[in-house]
């Protein structure tokens, strides 16, 4: 006969994670790790398993259970945790440490990493407030989860992978295997980080976009202190990346980084981004609004973003056009006026229309061209458009009339201002061979 037996709450079959060791309930007098009433059944952790802390009493603990260096199976602060602040010995971390709370997570003892371990903030920040460092050739550091990772000292030289959100650097990373972010990682701070530098995400220099990011080594010549970038470079004008050696913004495989600055952070006086001790290779890809210059101030060596003091920029860019059809003389819609005479007439470089077009009239001595002005074609000191009506008798000769950024009543030009200019240009119909003339609106600038 077969029986199927139940059994339900019976003691000590409770399961629980494997390798999982006591957690921290804070329920003893102070914050010692050696208080055994600090812990589930008042029992003691030993180092080897995974230490959780959870609760919201005792947060301010201490270490004094375990000597300095002890192997260490990994720190978990469970779901609800407040905020800790764990001092005391160091540990030798062979597991995680892992942020399941919504609370800043600080660790101010020393951590050691020997082997591959992660820093997995999940729910919550996480600040490594003492020393960190590498123990053997086999340390490997990998950041995950999306809230940030902030490293404030330390001496480690291992590998280090930032693989989602934030790590941000206050401290020095001394030479060492090269720093790597993942294309869901962002690299920030203002410490230094003494060592190669490989961006596919988001390099973010500064706190909240305030301060220096330094990388690389003094060394311009030593690959250990190249740093590339093939995401992003976000710059708020308030921030800089200084690179000691060389700054790529391309690779190997053809890919480009892009720049993100917001409008405000722009002006058309050059804003500082980045410098570099070595050479720099490929480009930025950014708004057609922005001017990058990536051989800047008295050294050459600063790249500088500026918006130039030219409204043709603006007009193209907020027509649609892009670097590869903005040229003054090209005619995306193939509809006869070049980009810079839509500019000037206030057409759409992408559309056909004869709406803008000029248009001819005479009375009982000339010949009159009619045409409309807009304000972005006038009154730029860096690059001035130079307009004028023209007339040939024969499309060989042809004499110009210069069109005046002023208002003008008199003379063969007359301006009528409203929210554009209409310009009219009369020409003597005398001055026709046979009763023939041509004209015709020309202009030229420069970008």
């Known amino acids: 006969m077969l029986r199927l037996v139940l059994i339900l709450g019976m003691p000590g079959l409770l399961s629980c994670p494997a390798g999982a060791g006591n957690a921290w309930d804070g329920e003893g007098a102070d914050g010692k790790w050696s208080t055994a009433a600090n812990w589930d059944a008042n029992t003691l952790p030993t180092a080897s398993t995974l230490i959780q802390f959870g609760g919201t009493s005792q947060l301010a ?3 004094d259970l375990f000597s300095a260096g002890a192997v260490s199976g990994g720190l978990q602060f469970n779901a609800g945790a407040g905020p800790f602040v764990i001092t005391g010995n160091g540990l030798s971390l062979t597991g995680n440490v892992t942020n399941n709370s919504a609370s800043l997570q600080t660790i101010s003892l020393p951590l050691s990493i020997s082997g591959a371990s992660i ?22 550091l990998m950041k995950n989860g999306s809230h940030p990772l902030t490293l404030t000292t330390g001496s480690y030289s291992g590998s280090l992978t930032v693989n989602q959100g934030t790590l941000n650097v206050l401290g020095t ?85 892009t720049l993100n ?61 892009t670097l590869a059809n903005l040229a003054l003389d090209q005619d995306p819609d193939h509809d006869g006026f070049s980009n810079l005479m839509e500019f000037i007439l206030g057409g759409n470089p992408l ?73 009219s240009v009369a020409i003597p119909k005398a001055s026709a061979v046979n009763g023939r003339m041509f004209i015709r609106l020309a202009a030229s600038r420069t970008l």
């Open 61 to 63: 603990s201490s270490n």
């Open 119 to 140: 820093i997995d903030a999940a729910s919550g920040p996480i600040t490594l407030g003492g020393v960190l460092s590498a123990s053997g050739a086999n340390a490997a």
């Open 173 to 257: 990373l001394p030479n060492g295997v090269a720093v790597t972010v993942g294309m869901a990682g962002t690299l920030s701070g203002t410490g230094s980080i003494n060592r190669a530098v490989n961006i596919a995400g988001n390099i973010y220099p500064g706190v909240d976009g305030i301060g220096t990011l330094s990388t690389g080594r003094p060394s311009p010549t030593s690959t250990l202190g190249n740093t590339t970038i093939t995401g992003q470079l976000t710059a708020t004008g308030n921030n800089k990346l200084m690179v000691n050696g060389n700054l790529a913004f391309s690779d190997s495989t053809g890919r480009f980084a």
């Open 261 to 321: 600055i917001s409008e405000s952070a722009v002006s058309a006086t050059p804003v500082v981004i980045a410098e570099y001790t070595g050479t720099v290779s490929g480009m930025l890809g950014a708004q057609l609004t922005y001017i990058v210059e990536y051989h800047g101030g008295a050294n050459g060596r600063q790249v500088t973003v500026m918006r130039p003091d030219d409204s043709y920029w603006y007009w193209a860019y907020g027509k649609g056009l």
């Open 351 to 423: 559309a056909r229309s004869g709406n803008s077009a000029p248009t001819l009239t005479t009375d009982a001595d000339n010949f009159i061209f009619h045409f409309v002005r807009t304000d972005d074609a006038k009154y730029n000191s860096l690059h001035p458009t130079i307009l004028k009506t023209q007339w040939s008798t024969d499309l060989s000769q042809w004499n110009d009339i210069i069109i005046p950024d002023n208002i003008s009543g008199s003379g063969p030009v007359t301006v009528v201002r409203t929210t554009v200019d209409y310009v």
